[in-house]
C-alpha cells in the first residue's frame, strides 16, 4: 500500500506541473494584465512602472522559470491586485469554501442517505414516488435559478434569512469558523442547500439503485431465514454493500463543492475561493489563478487518494495495488 | 395567549428577524471589489471610496468634482511655477497626533515608494518638483513648468501619517497604519469581502451621522439589489438597468442619480493607411483609410440614433453626448449637442467621401466593464447598416479587449470605449485620448485609434501652460469645438450614476461615483 501511495502522489506532481504550464502560459495569451488594473488615465510612464513593478516586463519563459523557482519553494507569486502572496489569499477564503463545502456534503448525507433508502426499501409506496419524482426536480433545476429563488423567498419575502454573505466568525478549539456561531449558520444555511440540492438528487438515486439492487441477493434472504431484525439487516447488511459507490460519489463530490462552488459562491455572495477564482480570471490575475488552481488540484487528488484507502477498508476484497502487478 | 407562548413566540421572532440594525449602523453595497486600505497602493473606485471615508485630501472635491477646501484651507500660484498652499490647522489624526507640513511632506515621498502597486498616484505628484516648507501650515510646491491642474490632480492624493512614510502595505490593510484624518477610523478588513468603519467623533469637519459603518462588495447584481430589498444593506451603488423601473415604483426604495463624469464613446482608427475592419461592400480591402476621412467620420456619426440607445437600453438613465464632459463640469458646455440621428446626410456624408456605395466593416465593444456595453454595440450594428454601412459586431469580454483594442496590437478599426475624467475637468480626456500620443508628455495614452491633429495638439499645450482658471476654461471649451467638429472621436452618451436605497434616506449622488457613508443620511 505504501508503494501504490507514493506512485500516486509521483503521479499528481507530474499533474501539477503540467497544469501550472497550460495555466501560466494560458492565463499569457489572454491578454495584458496591465491594462486591466491601471488606473483608465494612467499615462505610459505610470504604465511602464506598474509593468516593472509587477515583474511584467521580463520574457514570458523567464517569468515562468521564476515561478517555478518559487514554487519550488513554495512561493507561488504575489497576487497583482492584492498584492499578497497568492497562496495566503487562497487560505484566507478556503474555510469559508470548506464551511460550506461540509455543510453541503453533510446535508446531502442527512438527507439523501435516509430519503435514497427510504425509496429503495419501499419503491412502490407513495412515499418511495414521491422522493424519485423529486429527486428528478433536483437534477433539472439549475443552481443559479435555485438560489435566486432561494434568495426572494426566505430572505426578501419573508426576511427568515440574510440574502447573502458569511456570518461572523468564533474561535473553538483553535479553529476560526461561523460554523460556530448562530448569525454564521443562519447565512450559511441558503449556500449549502442550494450547493446541495444536486448531490441529494444524485445520492438518493444511488442509494436506491444499490439498496434494490442489494436486496433480494441470496445473503439478504439468509439473514431473514436466520431471524435478524430488519433494523441489522438494513443498517448492517444493506448499508455495507451499497456503501463502496456512495463513497465514490462523495468524495468527488467534495472535491467538486471545494474546486468549484463558483455559481453558488456568486449568487450568495460567500467569501471563498470560488469567488476569488472568477474575479481573478476577470482581472488577469495570472499568480492567483495559477495558485488556485495548483490548490484545488491538490485537494482533489488527496480526496481521491482518500476515497481510494477507505475503499479498502470498507470491502475486505479490494487491495490497492497496481494492475500491472 | 399565555405568557410562555408569548415568550415562545418573542424568541422565535428574534431568531429569525434579520438583526435588526441600530439606528447608527448603517451597511452599504458596491458593485466594485475593494483591494487594499493603503490609499496609494491601488488607484481604483471602490479603493478610493474607502480611503475617502479614513484620510482626507489637500483638496477635495464635492459632487460634481468641483474643487473645494480639504485639509488646505486655501491654495494659489504665487507665480507661474509655484503654488502656495495654507494647510488647516488644528487637524489631528485618529491616534491624536497633529497634522502638520511633514505630514503631507511623507505622503508625497510615499507616493511613488509603494511596492508593487499596479496601479500608482505617481502621476498625481509628478508635476512636483521641491516641496518647500515655509511653516508648518504654509507650504510652497515648486514645479518644474507650468502645472494649471496640480490642485485638480491633489485632490486624488490621501495624506497618510509621517509615521506610515515607510509603511508596507500590508501595514495597511491589517490596521496599524491606516491612520488617517478622515471622518471614518479604519476597523476592520477582509480582502474584496467587507470593511468596517467607526466615526472619528474629533473629525474636523461636519460630523457623519452613521457610528457604524459596513461596505459590503456584492459585484453580482442580483445578489446586491436582494440584498437592498432584504435589508440587509441600506444602500446599494450601480443600480442594475433591469431593476430600475421596480425600484422606481417600490413603495419601500427610493432613488438617487447624477450625470457621470464617464463619457461612452467610439474611438475610431484615423491613423494607418489601411485598417484592419473595414472594406468595401464586397469585402474587398480598400486602397485607403476611410476612417482618416473626416466625412466618414461625421457620417457614422449621423448614423447613430443616440435617443433610442439611451431610451431602450438604458431606460432613461444615460444622456445623449456630443462632447467630453457633461454640462457643469470645468470646461464642459452646453454648446456641445450631439450630432442630429440623420441617415440621408450620413449617406450624403459618404457619397461625398467617394463611398455611395457603402462600406462593409466589424465593430468592437467589451461584454463588460460599463453598463450594458454589450447591447449598446450591437445596437449601433444595425443603425451603420442602415446608413448603407455593411456592419458586424463582435464583443468581447474586457481581460481580452483592453489587449486588443489597445497598442501594440491596435486589432480593430472602431471601438467602443468608456472615459471617466479624474480630474473632473476637459483636460483629462483630450490629453488622453485625442492628442497624438507622446510619452515624454505623457499624452494620449488612452489614444486607440491614434488620432492626430498638430493644431489640436498646439492648443493642448497652451491649455496646460495656462494657470488662469478663467482662460483656461475658454481654451478647453476651444479644443473641445476642434475635437468634436473634426470627429476626433465620435461621443455616443453619458453614464448616470445611480443609488438605491430605503425609503427615509438620501444619499447626495457623486458625479465619481463614490459612495460616501457621510453623505447618506436619514430624510428631514
Known sequence: MTAYVIRRLLQAALVLFVMSLLVFFGVYLIGDPVEIFVAADADQVERARAIAALGLDKPIWEQYTSFVQGALGGDFGRSFVFGLPAVTLILQRLPATLELAFAAVFLTVVIGLPLGLWAGLRPDGFAGRTILAGSILGFSLPTFWVGIMLILVFAVQLGWLPSNGRGPVAEFLGIKSSLFTVDGWRHLILPAINLALLNIALMIRLVRAGVREVLPLDYIRFARAKGLSWGRIVGVHVMKNIMLPVVTVLGLELGAVIAFAVVTESIFNWPGMGKLIIDSIQRLDRPVVVAYLMVTVAIVIFINLVVDVVYSLLDPRIRLKDLDH | ?524
Open chain 2, 1 to 524: 395567549m399565555s405568557s410562555r407562548l408569548r415568550r415562545l413566540a418573542l424568541g422565535l421572532t428574534v431568531a429569525f428577524l434579520p438583526f435588526a440594525a441600530a439606528a447608527q449602523d448603517l451597511a452599504i453595497g458596491l458593485a466594485g471589489s475593494i483591494t487594499s486600505i493603503d490609499p496609494h497602493y491601488h488607484n481604483v473606485g471602490p479603493n478610493n471610496t474607502i480611503a475617502a471615508h479614513i484620510f482626507d485630501r489637500l483638496v477635495d472635491q464635492d459632487e460634481q468634482q468641483r474643487l473645494k477646501p480639504g485639509l488646505a484651507v486655501s491654495w494659489k500660484a504665487i507665480d507661474d511655477t509655484t503654488w502656495e498652499f495654507k494647510l488647516r490647522p488644528g487637524v489631528t489624526f485618529h491616534d491624536g497626533t497633529p497634522f502638520g507640513a511633514a505630514d503631507v511632506v511623507a505622503t508625497f515621498k510615499r507616493v511613488p515608494w509603494v511596492p508593487n502597486s499596479p496601479s500608482s498616484f505617481s502621476a498625481s505628484v509628478r508635476p512636483i518638483a521641491e516641496i518647500v516648507v515655509v511653516d508648518d501650515l504654509t507650504l510652497h510646491f515648486k514645479t518644474q513648468k507650468p502645472a494649471p491642474l496640480l490642485p485638480n490632480d491633489l485632490a486624488s492624493v490621501n495624506i497618510t501619517s509621517r509615521k506610515a512614510v515607510e509603511a508596507p502595505t500590508a501595514e495597511f490593510n491589517s490596521g496599524p497604519a491606516a491612520i488617517g484624518t478622515g471622518p471614518y477610523k479604519f476597523v476592520s478588513f477582509q480582502a474584496g469581502d467587507r470593511v468596517v468603519l467607526a466615526r472619528n467623533d474629533a473629525y474636523w469637519g461636519a460630523k457623519p451621522h452613521w457610528a457604524n459603518v459596513v461596505v459590503r462588495v456584492m459585484p453580482n447584481n442580483a445578489t446586491r439589489t436582494a440584498a437592498l430589498l432584504s435589508g440587509d444593506v441600506q444602500i446599494i451603488d450601480a443600480v442594475p438597468s433591469v431593476d430600475l423601473a421596480a425600484i422606481k415604483k417600490s413603495p419601500t426604495l427610493s432613488m438617487a442619480s447624477i450625470t457621470s463624469n464617464r463619457l461612452i464613446y467610439l474611438h475610431l482608427d484615423s491613423f494607418r493607411d489601411e485598417t484592419p475592419m473595414v472594406t468595401d461592400k464586397a469585402g474587398q480591402p480598400l486602397k485607403a483609410n476611410p476612417l482618416k476621412d473626416p466625412r466618414v467620420r461625421a457620417a457614422l456619426s449621423h448614423a447613430i440614433n443616440r435617443k433610442a440607445i439611451v431610451d431602450r437600453i438604458f431606460e432613461g438613465e444615460a444622456i445623449a453626448a456630443g462632447g467630453f464632459l457633461p454640462e457643469g463640469f470645468f470646461g464642459a458646455s452646453s454648446k456641445f449637442q450631439p450630432d442630429a440621428y440623420d441617415v440621408e446626410l450620413a449617406k450624403k456624408l459618404l457619397a461625398e467621401a467617394g463611398f455611395p456605395n457603402g462600406l462593409a466593416m466589424t465593430i468592437h465593444g467589451p461584454s463588460d466593464r460599463y453598463p450594458n456595453a454589450d447591447k449598446v454595440i450591437q445596437a449601433i450594428g444595425p443603425m451603420f447598416t442602415r446608413a448603407g454601412i455593411e456592419t458586424k459586431v463582435q464583443t468581447q469580454p474586457w481581460s481580452t479587449y483592453a489587449t486588443q483594442s489597445a497598442g501594440p496590437t491596435y486589432a480593430f478599426s472602431v471601438m467602443l470605449v468608456g472615459w471617466g475624467s479624474g480630474t473632473g475637468e476637459v483636460s483629462s480626456p483630450l490629453r488622453s485620448l485625442v492628442a497624438t500620443p507622446n510619452k515624454d508628455k505623457g499624452w494620449g495614452a488612452s489614444n486607440r485609434g491614434r488620432y492626430s491633429n498638430p493644431k489640436l495638439d498646439a492648443a493642448i499645450d497652451e491649455i496646460m501652460a495656462t494657470i488662469d482658471d478663467k482662460k483656461r476654461e475658454q481654451l478647453l471649451q476651444d479644443a473641445t469645438a476642434m475635437a468634436m467638429q473634426d470627429h476626433a472621436i465620435i461621443p455616443l452618451f453619458y453614464n448616470v450614476n445611480s443609488w438605491a436605497m430605503k425609503k427615509g434616506l438620501t444619499y447626495a449622488p457623486r458625479a465619481d461615483e463614490y459612495t460616501y457613508a457621510m453623505t447618506v443620511k436619514p430624510a428631514g
